[in-house]
């Protein structure tokens, strides 16, 4: 009988789940070396957040199959020793979405109606009623950014309170918004529009005081900005000074930059409502994350594939020699289509060319819809990325053709996009050469030879005579390094393409240096670092 081991507090209906299949045994409060010395005994670990799994004990566990993490996050598990181990991770993504669009609606009430403040003030003897004058939510227009799982939850129940409710996220389509009854705009739209901002984004380097002092200045003086999802989305500094200064009516924090906040100077305001970190902490919510992973360990251990895998399923024996050496190239050919356009992604058609028609791509598209998620979406992984672009309405299409021009094998990849009503398609494909290095080698129908490394600088423009002198004398004097260069066009003075390789990213302010110069245009720096 399988063995599973539990590391920290479950709630018990996850237990009673995994009794049925294995013994179970429950120790609380391991070391790190405690748990290397024992771990070789199990064929499955579940923890919560308290645990580390880290590479010390994956190498000393002997027949490990699966490690389930009873929440989202998988940040206290070596994900990538896991994967070279053999070892499936898995999480409750969904666990917790119900009790975290409760929280927010709860805040927003909660500060509206000016809830707290009104019972100290009754449960201090007074009874002062027109001190405590609120607003309704009905009537007033609410912004969410990041239209996910739990976003969806908090647009529909803002909907029933009669709210207005606007949505961003990178992967909501017009056809998905209008499902849910949410205009689908821009942030900058969100903050200006918004009486309240609700924040349900992850937490990446595009993400990080994605909410500043800049930002912030274009709310109006009534909003109020909820943040229920990642410390550090918001600029706690400059919060602070627009809540003292009357920019913004109010805040809402259940995460900061740094936890517990202390001597946080926004614990010294009136106008905002702290939590320490509440979103996942209902009952209902320990119980379903403990369910839904116990079930998950249960299929594993039935030889099931779990539902929220984190890491790369195994490839088909027959054909892992020869669809391996194309995952590279299929997420830097995602991460290429993430960043090389602006506007809500609508549609993703990829069209596989030449021997790898005869093949089962479905790994190849689950590689490249991991990298077009990447740094948009919290907890993408190489399994659920099709769920979580699916969720966000984005069209998917996979084409097979055995003809594929003056190449071996070819990846084509089109991306259609609304931005602002105007919808546009890039077209980027990408081939291997020296049987494993990405190159693009066609963009927007211009050939090009471009490996898929490092920094890229893309700047579409009209082919003139001292085109590259430009680019060469602006990147020059903001002390840029270029590492290589490719042009390409159809035909001397129409459209063409420069892609450059470059040492390091370049500022903004350069970008739009480039794009001030007359015949370029559209420049954009895509990471693939």
Partial sequence: MPTVLVCDPIAETGLEILRQVADVDVQIGLAEDQLIHIVPQYDALMVRSQTKITRRVLEAASKLQIVGRAGVGVDNIDVPAATEKGVIVVNSPAGNTVAVAELALGMMLSLVRKLIPAHNSVAQGEWKRSKFLGTELYGKTLGIVGVGRIGVEVARRASAFGMTVLGYDPFLTTQRAGQLGIEATSVEEILKRADFVTLH?????????????????????SAIILNCARGGIIDETALYHALQNGEIG????????????????????????????LGASTEEAQVEVALDVARQIVDVLGGRPPQSAVNL????????????????????????????????????????????????????????????????????????????????????????????????NLVETLSTRNDGGHVRTRQVDGTIFNGKEPHAVEIQGLRVDVVLDGTLLLIPNHDRPGMIGHVGTILGDAGVNIAGMQVGRKAVGERAVMIINLEEPVSQDVIDKLDAVPDLFGARLIDLR
Avoid at 339 to 346: H, K, N, S, T, V
Wanted: negative net charge.
């Fill in 201 to 221: 984004t992850p937490l990446t380097k595009e993400t990080r005081h994605l909410i500043n002092a800049e930002s912030l200045a274009t709310m109006k003086s």
């Fill in 250 to 277: 109010g805040a809402g924090l259940d995460v900061y930059e740094i936890e517990p906040p202390v001597d946080n100077p926004l614990c010294a305001l009136e106008n905002v409502l702290l939590t320490p970190h």
């Fill in 313 to 408: 399923p195994a490839l088909p024996p027959e054909a892992r020699e020869f669809i391996s050496p194309f995952l590279p190239l299929m997420e830097k050919l995602g991460r290429v289509q993430a960043q090389i356009a602006a506007g809500r992604l609508e549609k993703i058609e990829i069209a596989y060319c030449g021997d790898l028609a005869d093949y089962d791509v479905r790994a190849l598209t689950r590689v490249f819809l991991k990298g077009l998620l990447h740094g948009t979406v919290d907890n993408v992984s190489y399994v659920n990325a099709p769920a979580l672009a699916e969720a966000r309405g984005v069209e998917i299409v996979e084409k097979k053709s055995g003809h594929c021009g003056d190449y071996a």
